[in-house]
């Protein structure tokens, strides 16, 4: 099976620190996803790439930014964190179109 | 896109059937519909996904009229187990940006 594995399951970081949110997955799948959940908000869309070095801005990308330099790597990086940045992470993948996406476990982010 | 629109909570009692329907009126011809449940402080897993008709797994089923405008997910004998959230996500076909709806939480009790 598919596995989608982000760094760290939980994280506390002060405000202004650079955060970096590494996900890694093992089925060459082309697209990767970073959402953000808040409670009762639902996934966001942060970025997606659709291919190495391809990035495209999701519904939230404010405050975020994404690197894509191998293909089993996708990384979401908070330049200078914020209270507001406090939530869960989210990182999935998939093949081509129509195929399932897989999530990782999470990263619960904490900004102080 | 073709957004989304689902119930925001249902309550039900173990042993029952479970139909939670998704409202997508701008699917477009090659989007396939597909379902994924999450528990708390976990990620999104997939239940079943389908295009048209009836699809059934050993987990769920799923049913889309003839004009895909809307699908139902069905859960038989739902258990304690099964509270979760659900989600059903459309593609655009050729699109990659894939945006979630709000999602049905589900709550089943004794």
């Known amino acids: 099976d598919v596995k989608v594995t982000q760094s760290s399951r939980y994280l506390v970081k002060r405000t202004g620190e650079k955060v970096f949110l590494e996900c890694v997955q093992d089925m060459d799948h082309e697209n990767m996803f970073w959402y953000r959940q808040d409670p009762g908000l639902g996934l966001r869309l942060i970025y997606f790439s659709y291919d190495v070095k391809m990035k495209e801005k999701g519904d939230i990308p404010e405050g975020y930014s994404v690197s894509r330099e191998k293909k089993e790597r996708f990384s979401l990086i908070l330049e200078s964190a914020s209270t507001n940045q406090t939530s869960m992470y989210l990182c999935?993948?998939?093949?081509?179109?129509?195929?399932?996406?897989?999530f990782g476990s999470g990263t619960q982010l904490s900004v102080l | 896109l073709a957004k989304t629109t689902q119930p925001i909570s249902m309550d039900s009692y173990e042993g029952q059937e479970v139909n939670i329907t998704c409202s997508h009126n701008?699917?477009?011809?090659?989007?396939?519909i597909t379902w994924y449940q999450q528990f708390p402080s976990q990620g999104p897993r997939f239940i079943i996904q389908?295009?048209?008709t009836k699809v059934t797994n050993e987990v769920a089923s799923l049913f889309i009229p003839a004009d895909r405008k809307s699908s139902t997910l069905s859960l038989p004998r739902v258990s304690l187990s099964d509270t979760a959230v659900y989600y059903c996500?459309?593609?655009?076909?050729?699109?990659?940006?894939?945006?979630f709806g709000t999602g049905t939480r589900l709550l089943v009790s004794p």
């Open positions: 996500l459309v593609p655009n076909t050729g699109f990659q940006k894939l945006v």
């Open positions: 999935a993948s998939r093949g081509r179109i129509n195929e399932k996406l897989f």
């Open positions: 701008n699917i477009a011809t090659n989007d396939y």
């Open positions: 389908g295009y048209k």
